[in-house]
Structures are given as C-alpha cells and as structure tokens.
C-alpha cells in the first residue's frame, strides 16, 4: 500500500479523454476523505501509449483508470512487464483499473462488470437473475454487461448487434448462455425478457438514435441504459412512458470508480446525493454548451 505520508497520484488515461468525468468523480472523493492527492486526465495517442504507460510509476504514479480506446492495449502491457490481471480482466481482455505497487509490481482489474451490477442493485433492487435478459449490442462495455449478468446468474442472454459476426464472437466468447439475435429481429427478442440493457451508443449526445419500439416489451421489465449523456436518453424516456422501471448509465460509471480509489488511495468511497447532483450537473452543463 501507498505510503500516507506523501502526495498519492492517479489518473484516467484515454484519446481522447477531456469529456472524461472520472476527475470530477475522483476529485470529489479526495476532497471528502480529506486525502492528500491528486488525480488528472491524461490524453494520450494509441502509438504513444506503451511508452506513456511505462513511465508512470517513475512519474510518481499510484495507478490509473484506462478508458477507450487503450483498455486491451493495457492488458497487453501488463501481461508483458511480467504483472497480474485478475480474472474478470483476463476474461474479457481489457483492463480498466492499473495499480503500481511500490515494489515494483503492476496489477490490472477490470471493474466495469461490478460498476454496471451495483448500479442494477441501487436502482432496480427488484430485480431478480432468474429471467431472461436483452443486451444491446457488442462492444467491450458489453462484455463487461454480459460477465456482470452471467456472474449473477442469469441464464439466457439475448444479444443483439447490427454486426452479427460480432455478436457470434461474444457467444463463443461466453458460452451457450448467449444467444445471438439479428438486428432486424431486435423488438422481438423483448418478448418476456425481465432485462433491457442498450450498450451501443446509440442515443448518445452526438450520436443517432436508437430505433426500438417497447410494444412486446413486458411491463415489469428493467430498461437500462449504459449511456450517461444525455442522463435520460429517448429510450429511458419511452421506458418511463411506458411504465418501465429505468436505470441510467451514471451509476455505473459512480460504481466502477469506487474500488480503483480504494486500491490506490485506502478508502472505499460512498455514493452519496451530493455526488451525484455533482455529476448530473455537470453532465447536463456539457450539453448546452
């Protein structure tokens, strides 16, 4: 563990990674337990990224977050220093979460599948495993949504992605739990499910829309949304008319932060109110400018 006596540095490595809310987040917490640290955003190129990341720890660093699009390239660099990636990073070969430990040792996790359950345990506790579940499409968030989900006990996963040769790779990837649906059958595949979860960007700020009816969509069923902006995305809003339990994505993001910032600073941190409003704030500043 970091020594208490000095400055503990940490940070979000990404290209780019200015819309990066991580330091606001982490900010927040340093602040709260009255920690004597700092934590910054580093945007770095794909090409610089392997020196960039070797320097760290002689830069003082404790750890860092890795955002897109270097989470793979960072499991690919701690496997090479001879380090250690925990299971749930080596099963989807990506790391989120980096730890320098002070003998000289590095240490790669992967949170974002603990991040996107306890958001589903806080915002939806009546939720339960035993049904079947939708996922919307294919990217490395989606593996984490599919792990977290698996992990818990879910049974029937369908997944559905405008690639399908992708959506056929998470499959083997996971297992006959999940089950590859074509794009074109996607409302379908919301019949009797207890789960909606979109991890595409579509509906993001910047982004196109997601075009889903929730007709065959059972009343009862969770709709989450891994997007954060905007906080209430079009397809939560038609959730919510339709009298669906909803889930935003800004809870996921809070969740993932809270072991990295126990890892590197000894704390395990709160989610509190005041943070949150922190955070939608400024989320919804950033969508008027």
Known sequence: MTSPEKSIHAGVMGWPVAHSRSPLLHGFWLKQYRIDGDYAALAVTPEDFPQMFAELPGRGFSGVNITVPHKQAAFDAIIAAGGV?????????AVNTVIFHEDSSVEGDNTDAFGFMENLKEKAPQWNPDG?????????????????LLEAGVTEIRLV?????????LARMFGPS????SWDERETSLADISLLVNGTSLG??????????????????????IVYAPLETPLLRTAKICGNPTVDGL???????????EAWFGVLPEVTPELR??????IRKGETT
């Open 251 to 261: 809870g996921m993001l809070i969740h993932q932060a809270r072991p990295a910032f």
């Open 85 to 93: 990636v925990s299971e749930t990073a080596r099963r989807l070969g």
């Open 132 to 148: 079947t579940v939708t996922v919307l499409g294919a990217g490395g968030a989606v593996r984490a949504v599919c792990a977290g």
């Open 204 to 225: 993001m700020s910047g982004s196109p829309p997601l075009e889903l009816s929730l007709d065959p969509l059972p009343k009862t069923a969770v709709v989450y949304d």
């Open 277 to 282: 409003e922190i955070l939608e704030a400024d």
């Open 178 to 181: 999940v089950i590859p649906v």
């Open 161 to 169: 992605n405008r690639s399908e040769e992708k959506a056929h790779e």
